[in-house]
T-cell receptor, first 122, second 110 residues
Framework: GAVVSQHPSRVICKSGTSVKIECRSL??????MFWYRQFPKQSLMLMAT?????????EQGVEKDKFLINHASLTLSTLTVTSAHPEDSSFYIC??????????????????FGAGTRLSVL | QKEVEQNSGPLSVPEGAIASLNCTYS??????FFWYRQYSGKSPELIMS????GDKEDGRFTAQLNKASQYVSLLIRDSQPSDSATYLC??????????FGGGTRLMVKP
């Protein structure tokens, strides 16, 4: 079963709306989570690295004031797309890296991906 | 620029054949490598991880790593139509961030 839960899976919103996406690690702790964006027929592009208890590290060209990241606990990171515009329409995917293996399906230092959120801004 | 390169494909193989997917990387500091499978409209799913030179086998999948040549490959034996997807190669640097290749689209024809 899934080890990283991401919600919502699909969002359709009007331009100017803010959208919040949640990423939860299930049954394991993740000090570090990652947020990616993927446009059609392109590869994953890392947007930012989310660190529990500290500020996120953004990749070059990603506006930190537009894409707000909060990593409030060892199992939850959120990405808020503020004042979304049609050009923000994309597939947003989070991943979580386990601090330690669970002895089951989760191995240490492997990145596990959420199911993704497809954002469509009208 | 630290890069991971893959042929975008599509790579077309008949059902039952061996599919060979290749990847090169530029960052000699990369220690760990991963193959993810991504179906259209879905998020990536981990297939294999490999950390040491040589081969690693898991079922129908074999990952190969050659750090001297900076080359990683994935072999899929007895390819099935359900294997049709985009395969992403990724390298993990010392900061534990993944750098993804552009992906290779595999088509397995019945």
């Amino acid at each position: 079963g899934a080890v990283v839960s991401q919600h919502p899976s699909r969002v359709i919103c009007k331009s100017g709306t803010s959208v919040k996406i949640e990423c939860r690690s299930l049954d394991f702790q993740a000090t570090t989570m990652f947020w990616y964006r993927q446009f059609p027929k392109q590869s994953l592009m890392l947007m930012a690295t989310s660190n529990e208890g500290s500020k996120a590290t953004y990749e070059q060209g990603v506006e930190k004031d537009k894409f707000l990241i909060n990593h409030a606990s060892l199992t939850l990171s959120t990405l808020t797309v503020t004042s979304a515009h049609p050009e923000d329409s994309s597939f947003y995917i989070c991943s979580a890296r386990a601090n330690s293996g669970t002895g089951g399906s989760v191995a240490k230092n492997i990145q596990y991906f959420g199911a993704g959120t497809r954002l469509s801004v009208l | 620029q630290k890069e991971v390169e893959q042929n975008s494909g599509p790579l077309s193989v008949p059902e039952g054949a061996i599919a060979s997917l290749n990847c090169t990387y530029s960052d000699r500091g990369s220690q760990s490598f991963f193959w993810y499978r991504q179906y259209s409209g879905k998020s990536p799913e981990l297939i294999m991880s490999i950390y040491s030179n040589g081969d690693k086998e898991d079922g129908r999948f074999t990952a190969q790593l050659n750090k001297a040549s900076q080359y990683v490959s994935l072999l899929i034996r007895d390819s099935q139509p359900s294997d049709s997807a985009t395969y992403l190669c990724a390298g993990d640097n010392a900061g534990n961030m993944l750098t993804f290749g552009g992906g290779t689209r595999l088509m397995v024809k019945p």
